[in-house]
């Protein structure tokens, strides 16, 4: 039986309104000014900037990062760094604990082609990697505040250290401390304690592994809604902002102020009017397939009279207010709520410029979740 090629929704040339729906839309001019700003943001300052590619899975993302001075990016999962491995992106951190004989067996492959490194929060997943017999990098992960994976900063994590400094093969990297619940919280104010708290976590677990002579090479972290807070700590020699590249609902709640840029949305659901059952209701045909509603409903750009109100799998069901003009077949533009986990929808972004298809690139690394 012949494989089934899906049809893309976009040619080069065409005009926006001409693409087919629902598509995922990049602008590209915002998304360049987005990268720009990361660039100033930490311009002249002593941190290396490691973007996350989980928000994008995309080589071509990952390679204008990396153009624009990034060291290299992180992954999330060994499938995600293996598809970016493969689009040539030589220097990948999984920033994530890696547990399981396939994903470990998948992982020392992948220590020959690039460089690569991992976290660890558990002595009996370190000997799980050190029974690997390859060359690796090895971040131990503490918990600062966020409550998700992590060892005990302090002499827990300095007793993993000592364990991998044992090691012929892995190498002590350093740390990872990265505080996702932080990345959220709405006030600048909020957000700027949270981190000092965790800087404290840092600088206490770097005196003790100094105190016992371990050198503690790069403390990695941070996210697009801190990562300037974590840089005039000090306390943190590489940042992993993922979501700045392209905005969402979610993060433009955020307040910010200096010391932070503010970054423009990007990303789009390109969706269309599909029935008109009443003048207060329009239902698009971009439901809950099309954009992630776990950090809220999509919003609908620039359109301050429609609002989207809830997705169904298919049906997106937006509410009309009174005098606002909405034609069927019409197209309107989504915010996704959670860029990431929209991103993960699709096959290609559709990346435009001054209202035309300017390039369709690939999401190299969908579905990559193993
Ligand atoms: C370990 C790690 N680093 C960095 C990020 C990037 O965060 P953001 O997309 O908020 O910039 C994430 C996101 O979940 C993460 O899990």
Redesign the pocket.
Known sequence: MAAFVKCPPARIGQRLEEVDTPSLVLDLDAFERNLAAMKRAVDGRKVRVRP?A??HKSVDIARRQIADGAIGV?C?KVSEAEALAEGGIADLLV??EVVGAPKLERLAALSKRVKLGVCVDNPENLRQLAALGCELDVYIEIEVGMGRCGIAAGEPAVALAREIARSTKLRFAGLQA?H?RA?HLRTMEERRSVIASAAEKVRQTKALLAKEGIACPIVT?A???TFMFEVDSGAWDEI?????VFMDVDYGKNEWAAPLPRFEHALFVLATVMSRPKPEAAIVDAGLKASSVDSGMPGVWQRAGLTYAKASDEHGFVSVAAGERVALGEKLLLVPGHC?PTVNLYDQYVCVRGGKVEALWPVSARGALY
């Open positions: 996350h989980k928000t992180c999330q920033s994530n990265y996702g990345q972290g996210g697009s809604g992993q902002p993922g979501s700045y990431d």
